[in-house]
């Protein structure tokens, strides 16, 4: 375990691009505190080691001394990972730092008293603040959900529903480690947690497209006047021209493109009940049904994958569902009727 967070660690800090996900630019943010914290999964391995090397009350001291280490960098460094995986906007790190200093200070009394009886208190502590990083997650990835269909039109590598497995995995290590338990098992349970943990960081490190967060963020209430013109822009500039087949078109690029800016075009869709991509993926699910009747006549029939790239989808999969949510059936599904009507 210690070896494979220290290998880990100088992957994500030494490497700057991705090896299994070339076409993804990777965010050097999430690298940066995905290195944290497999170095400090490392470290934490090294200063457990300590305690075999004392003995009487200096062996109490050294435990409780490693746990206080621990729950400095280790729970700090887990939460700013899942925080930094959000990108609509820059949350702040130090309220996890914060929340852990009365753990620390509980901590730091059971060393002077040279007493355990305060870790039931410890462990109650630390699974509170794990219970309310949790319901803030939940609520925070709603939020970055949002921001990413008011913003972009391709949502591929860019979701992070998965991050609540890897908040589950945190979590269970977390909730384990602060069990209090000192048994084979437990040591199992939680290495075994953290290989998975790893795993996953890795994998979400690699997968996860940088998004530019330093844009004019969409407005909470609607401003007060919405140019008129902005349905005849989108006619004339995005419908018109195809704008909408180009691959990973975002708002910002639109409003650009229309010559309007986003936060008017924001308030346009909020105003007819649909989002960003509701509206660009519309446009291409159409498309593609004008494609598919075109050629249906032609000896050679391109292949419904072939027709959801030149709709401007970036994979099949993305197209599938959009196809679904729109016409109410799998692409398949409907493509079979209309060959049978024909």
């Avoid at 660690?9 to 076409?23: E, I, M």
């Avoid at 009365?102 to 009394?109: D, G, K, N, Y």
């Avoid at 708002?251 to 660009?280: C, E, K, P």
Wanted: proline residues 4%.
């Amino acid at each position: 375990m210690t070896m494979t967070a220290a290998v880990a660690c100088l992957y994500v800090l030494l490497r700057r691009s991705n090896s299994f996900a070339a076409d993804v630019e990777p965010s050097l943010r999430l690298r940066h505190w995905a290195a944290a914290f497999f170095g400090v999964l490392f470290a934490s391995h090294v200063w457990w080691v300590l305690p075999y090397f004392y003995q009487g009350d200096r062996l109490f001291a050294t435990y409780l001394v490693a746990d206080m280490l621990d729950g400095m960098t280790i729970v700090p460094t887990a939460i700013g990972i899942l925080l930094v995986m959000l990108q609509d906007r820059r949350r702040p790190v130090w309220p996890a730092f914060a929340a852990m200093l009365p753990i620390e200070a509980i901590l730091a009394v059971g060393i002077v008293r040279q007493s355990l009886h305060f870790i039931p208190m410890v462990c109650a502590s630390l699974l509170l603040v794990i219970f309310c990083y949790l319901i803030y997650m939940v609520f925070a990835v709603r939020q970055y959900g949002q921001w990413l269909r008011d913003n972009y039109a391709d949502l591929e590598h860019k979701e992070v529903w998965q991050s609540f497995v890897v908040l589950g995995i945190t979590l269970m290590t977390l909730a384990f480690y602060g069990s209090g338990l000192l048994n084979i098992f437990y040591e199992f349970v939680v290495q075994l947690n953290n290989l998975v943990l790893i795993g996953l960081i890795l994998w979400r490190v690699e997968t996860l497209q940088k998004l530019d967060i330093n844009t004019e963020p969409t407005p909470i209430a609607e401003p007060t006047y919405i140019p008129s013109n902005i349905g005849k822009l989108l006619e004339q500039h995005c419908e018109a021209t195809q704008l909408y087949l180009q691959h990973d078109l975002s708002l910002a690029h639109l409003s650009v493109a229309i010559g309007t800016n986003r936060t008017y075009l924001s308030s346009y869709f909020a105003q007819q009940g649909i989002t960003y991509n509701i509206y660009i993926n519309r446009l291409r699910i159409q498309h593609f049904v004008r494609l598919f009747r075109e050629n249906v006549d032609k000896p050679q029939k391109l292949t419904a994958q072939q027709l959801a790239q030149s709709c401007g989808f970036t994979s099949y999969s993305t197209f599938s569902l959009a196809f679904k949510k729109f016409m109410r059936q799998t692409a398949t599904a409907w493509m079979k009727e209309q060959n049978h009507h024909i």
